[in-house]
């Protein structure tokens, strides 16, 4: 009897000892193959071959770029077998986070997030892990979380080279800074690096910061309505605006244009959007930011793949959310102005030469198959059916002349 009790107790010891060495492994695999890297239980890695599910939460379509995102995801998704549900938020908070939830529930294996608000985000993050499932910060980065991955371009950077523009142009005179959402890390990273640059500047006295905001989800109009309370209480003496992105450069540049100053200004941007690109055709826009789109989209398809399937990320920068560092991939900008409009953003084929330079009739567009108005597309290959047509006509009356004899 005391040796059966002996054997009792040292298997409910070995049992013990068993259940904490599986807790122990399990803070790096688990059972079911779902890791737990990030600090969260993930689902089981997808077998290969089993497709992938993505949620595509976006913030906005408004400014142009973000409709190439959404196409340019959706396309990649497509290529590489996955399916995508892209949900829009339109700047509001709620609906965003009831949207993640919503695409959760419906079960996708990963979610993209380009969120409305970096801070409030972190509770997008908090739900899917608890869900098991993987977020990547697209864009803009997601704060008081951790994001498992984070896909953008080096934004710090687009800010340098936004402030360095303007002041290898404008090495002194008065300033307007006009940031964008205050609730988007971006505008604080864009404001952090022109002000690497502008400060020292600053302090010499060499400028002067007339006017320095940020305008409340990116808006246009209350881009104008800084740069004209500038333009009112200088009586008119900016002599650089620089703006984040191309939004809040254009609602600048019609502040600029109704006191007479168009094109008399430096004015900086972010996008390349197509109106900025032909505002610098014009001379309107001084410069832009070029962010080839496709690389991110790809980036960020690409890696959610890897991680549905528990493949590891090939993630070569780190950038600290405030929580944590996240292993980032961060794409490179190109500032563009007049200069180089041909030879970054047409050359590329991000925009057409000929809707670029639209308004400019004089300037010389290649003769490019890709540049060519799509017209001309159709009439030529109106021409070619033609041709077509005659010569099978022509065929057929020699073979039935032959025929004859
Ligand atoms: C993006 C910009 C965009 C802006 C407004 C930023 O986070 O990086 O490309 O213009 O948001 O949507």
């Avoid at 959402?181 to 604080?188: I, K, L, Q, V, Y």
């Avoid at 244009?257 to 200004?265: M, P, Q, R, W």
């Avoid at 549905?308 to 600290?320: E, M, S, T, V």
């Avoid at 070619?384 to 032959?402: E, K, M, N, P, R």
């Amino acid at each position: 009897m005391r040796q059966a009790r002996v054997w009792f107790a040292a298997l409910i010891a070995a049992a013990l000892m068993a259940a904490a060495v599986a807790c122990v492994n399990n803070t790096t695999q688990n059972s079911g193959g779902g890791s737990t890297a990030g600090g969260y239980q993930r689902k089981p890695p997808k077998k290969p071959g089993e497709p992938v599910h993505i949620g595509f939460s976006m913030d906005t379509l408004k400014e142009e770029r973000w409709t190439r995102d959404k196409d340019l995801v959706e396309a990649r998704a497509k290529e590489v077998g996955a399916t995508v549900d892209t949900l829009v938020a339109n700047s509001d908070d709620a609906v965003q986070t009831n949207q993640c939830n919503a695409l959760l529930t419906k079960g996708v294996d990963v979610l993209i997030v380009a969120p409305h608000n970096g801070e409030i985000a972190g509770s997008i993050v908090e739900a899917a892990h608890s869900k098991g499932v993987p977020v990547i910060s697209y864009d803009r980065l997601i704060r008081n979380s951790s994001p498992d991955l984070y896909v953008s371009h080096q934004v710090e950077k687009m800010g340098e080279m936004q402030g360095k523009y303007a002041l290898d142009h404008v090495p002194k005179g008065n300033y307007v800074l006009i940031g964008g959402a205050p609730t988007d890390n971006n505008a604080m990273l864009l404001r952090k690096g022109q002000m690497n640059i502008l400060q020292p500047a600053r302090d010499r006295g060499d400028i002067q910061v007339v006017t320095d905001q940020f305008a409340k989800d990116w808006r246009p109009d209350e881009a104008l309505r800084y740069t004209a309370d500038a333009i009112t209480k200088t009586n008119g003496n900016i002599q650089a605006v620089v703006a984040s992105n191309d939004g809040t450069a254009g609602g600048a540049i019609s502040a600029l244009e109704a006191a007479g100053l168009g094109g008399k200004v430096l004015v900086t941007g972010q996008d390349a959007e197509l109106a900025a690109c032909q505002r610098i055709a014009a001379g309107t826009q001084t410069m832009t930011v070029y962010k080839p789109i496709k690389p991110l989209a790809d980036s960020a398809v690409d890696s959610a793949l890897k991680l549905a399937y528990g493949q590891p990320l090939d993630a070569p920068d780190k950038i600290n959310n405030g929580t944590t560092d996240v292993p980032s991939i961060l794409q490179v900008p190109v500032a563009v102005d007049k200069a180089n409009l041909d030879d970054t953003v047409i050359k590329d084929g991000y925009h057409k030469c000929e809707e670029v330079y639209k308004d400019i009739p004089s300037h010389q567009c290649p003769k490019t198959a890709e540049n060519k108005p799509s017209t001309t597309g159709g009439q030529r290959s109106a021409f070619a059916s033609a041709l077509a047509l005659v010569g099978f006509l022509f065929v057929g009356v020699a073979v039935a002349f032959g025929k004859r004899r």
